[in-house]
Structures are given as C-alpha cells and as structure tokens.
C-alpha cells in the first residue's frame, strides 16, 4: 500500500514542477487530482509509463508515445478548453484581473 502512495506522491511532485514551470495549476479538486495521479502511477507499474489515465494505451510504442503525461495533446486542450483532458493540469487563473 504505502509503495503505491510513494509512487503517487512522486507523480504529484513532477507533475507539481511541471505545471509551475509551464504556468498552469494543478486541478484544485483534490479528490479529482488525486484520481488522476493514482491513474498516471498506475500506468506507470502496469505499463512502464507515465500514461495519461484518460487515454488508452494501444501498444503501439510510436502512438503511444504521445500520450505519455504530459501529452503532446495537453497544451491545446488548456488553451481551448481552460484543461486538459484528464482534468489535471489547468490554466492558471490571472490574479491580476480580480
């Protein structure tokens, strides 16, 4: 139990680092955020990478490629919809305009 825990904070913490360096958040909805990364560990033991959860993993290694997290399809997705498709990185919010 606590080595899937361990895997899972070590994605929250990548993926924390990523998001400040690329400028998005994190989904503020722990539950939902927590779901995801439990997916992307997941993927991880079952599948040998970090796999966005909500794409599926075809085994083709070429295309499955793409949709290691974070996918070639994410910067698109938040700039046209405020997230990306597993809803876990987001555009961050301009606190500027408040």
Same mark, same amino acid.
């Given at each position: 139990? @606590?080595?899937?825990? %361990?895997?899972? #904070?070590?994605?929250?913490?990548? %993926? @924390? &680092?990523?998001?400040?360096?690329?400028?998005?958040?994190? $989904?503020?909805?722990?539950?939902?955020?927590?779901?995801?990364? #439990?997916?992307?560990?997941? $993927?991880?033991? %079952?599948?040998?990478? $970090?796999?966005?959860?909500? &794409? /599926?993993?075809?085994?083709?290694?070429?295309?499955?490629?793409? /949709? /290691?997290?974070?996918c070639i399809y994410h910067k698109d997705e938040i700039e046209n919809d405020g997230s990306c498709h597993c809803d876990l990185f987001?555009?961050?919010?301009?606190?500027? $305009?408040?």
């Amino acid at each position: 139990m @606590s080595e899937g825990k %361990t895997k899972k #904070e070590e994605v929250h913490a990548w %993926t @924390s &680092r990523y998001a400040d360096k690329a400028g998005y958040m994190l $989904n503020p909805d722990e539950e939902m955020r927590d779901l995801v990364l #439990e997916g992307i560990a997941k $993927n991880k033991d %079952t599948h040998g990478k $970090n796999y966005c959860p909500c &794409r /599926i993993v075809t085994g083709d290694e070429i295309e499955d490629k793409k /949709i /290691i997290c974070p996918c070639i399809y994410h910067k698109d997705e938040i700039e046209n919809d405020g997230s990306c498709h597993c809803d876990l990185f987001f555009k961050k919010k301009d606190e500027d $305009n408040d």
